[in-house]
């Protein structure tokens, strides 16, 4: 079974809004940076966002910028991507994955360690 698990993705129309959660499971998220990214069919995998392992340090794609915030809640072992004013062009399946960062986290897929399965987002009218 995968160490991450995302939750909260389905269909929403242009404009609206999804709130994704990332939940270890079994897997404490505490110490790890994690990072939301998204692959569309025919397209390489794009890193969205991320957060410190303390939620202290927040970093985003421009893509995304001004429309998507992270949170996380370490009681809770879960991160959250507040997604609004979705477009089409936002259609995707979002992963989250961990990066072992301290202070600093990152949106590069290449330096994250483990992911989840993804969730499917669909933004449609």
């Known amino acids: 079974q995968p160490l991450l698990v995302e939750f909260g993705g389905g269909w929403v129309q242009p404009g609206g809004s999804l709130k994704l959660s990332c939940a270890g499971n079994r897997f404490n998220l505490d110490v790890w940076a994690i990072g939301w990214f998204r692959q569309a069919p025919g397209k390489e995998r794009e890193g969205l966002s991320c957060i410190s392992s303390s939620g202290g340090y927040t970093n985003f794609a421009d893509s995304v910028k001004g429309r998507f915030t992270i949170s996380r809640d370490n009681a809770k072992n879960t991160v959250w991507l507040q997604m609004n004013d979705l477009e089409p062009n936002d259609t995707a399946v979002y992963y989250c994955?961990?990066?072992?960062?301290?202070?600093?986290?990152?949106?590069?897929?290449?330096?994250?360690?483990?992911w989840g399965q993804g969730t499917q987002v669909t933004v449609s009218s």
């Open positions: 994955a961990a990066a072992p960062y301290d202070r600093l986290c990152t949106i590069e897929p290449e330096n994250n360690k483990y």
